[in-house]
């Protein structure tokens, strides 16, 4: 029961779809109905696939020997996970790689540990899972995650997975959607999984009380850019199946964002104000579904690019790059 209200807190605090991401208690939707939730499965080709229920979406690689999974949404949905799985190979899940600490992403973390599958994160990811988190918009607390939940392989800057036929490249992108992103190339088929620092169609959350900012945004779709080409398939932490031209598409958006809060916070206005000039108002018709998304993807910019870092944070940075 307690993996269950930290799935329910996950899904009405920390979900990073932005109409749900920074939603104040007062206007958070109830709980899902885990029991309604189906889990759709996409092929993506070279015995990958894409599944989607509630929360981040999930990537599934088949190697010969087991799976390697990116992201594992609620705890409630593992046995309809695993069932999905089941249908796509009747391997096990080796690997369970978290592309960040939000419930959505990490919620079946526990379960699958106990079905043998190796919990892999950023080290940033193990921290914010054991210490419990605080959303910086609502001030809603999220409790620490069991200890079974928490990853039992972490790594700081890269990290390579191999399976027999499969191989998954793990990078961490600083301060981009939080502190501890992991995004997960999977070369030989051409598929990137990118976690929350893309989001296909809407806006992002960006979760700059833990670490979030704007900058590490733009940064990540820079190395994906990098990474991929016009037949590549991308995977992102919300929406449908992308390619480049979207990824592109949703660069310059984040860019456009940058610049203009920018140019207000260095006019020195506050929350409130930027909040009442509407600054992104042409870009809402494409990724804003609601007024709320809309309010809090100009809050999260704003906070990204007005607070003044934190100083530990700061110097644990520079101590990692030596």
């Known amino acids: 029961m307690h993996l269950v209200r930290i799935a329910v807190v996950a899904a009405m605090m920390a979900l990073s779809g932005p109409a749900l991401a920074q939603t104040p208690p007062a206007a958070a939707p109830p709980p899902p109905d885990f029991s309604k939730v189906e889990i759709k499965t996409t092929d993506l080709g070279d015995n990958c696939y894409m599944l989607e229920g509630q929360g981040g979406n999930i990537t599934v690689a088949v190697a010969k020997e087991g799976i390697i999974m990116v992201d594992g949404q609620f705890a409630p949905l593992h046995d309809k996970i695993k069932a999905a799985v089941a249908v796509i190979s009747n391997l096990p899940i080796k690997y369970l790689i978290n592309t960040h600490y939000h419930g959505d992403h990490t919620g079946g973390n526990e379960s699958f540990a106990k079905d043998g599958a190796i919990i892999v994160a950023q080290i940033n990811v193990k921290s914010r899972l054991a210490a ?47 502190d501890g992103d992991t995004y997960v190339w999977f070369k030989t088929a051409n598929l990137l999984s990118t976690g929350d620092t893309f989001t296909n169609g809407r806006y992002p959350n960006i979760d700059f009380a833990q670490g979030g900012n704007i900058k590490g945004m733009i940064l990540a779709t820079d190395a994906y850019l990098k990474l991929t080409n016009a037949k590549s398939r991308i995977v992102p932490g919300h ?18 964002a940058r610049d203009r809060m920018a140019k207000l916070v260095k006019e020195g206005k506050s929350e409130d104000d930027v909040v009442a000039a509407k600054p992104f108002a042409d870009l809402d018709k494409k990724w804003a579904p609601t007024e709320l998304a809309s309010k809090n993807f100009i809050r999260v910019v704003y906070h990204s690019l007005a607070d003044k870092p934190d100083k530990k944070s700061l110097l644990k940075r520079m101590l990692r790059r030596g």
């Open 132 to 178: 419990g988190t605080t959303n910086g918009l609502t001030g809603a607390k999220t409790p620490p995650a069991p200890q079974d939940a928490l990853p039992s392989d972490t790594y700081t800057n890269f990290s390579k997975i191999r399976l027999r036929g499969r191989v998954a490249d793990l990078k961490h992108i600083e301060n981009a959607h939080t």
């Open 239 to 256: 929406g449908p199946i992308a390619d480049k031209a979207a990824l592109t598409e949703y660069r310059a958006m984040l860019v456009t």
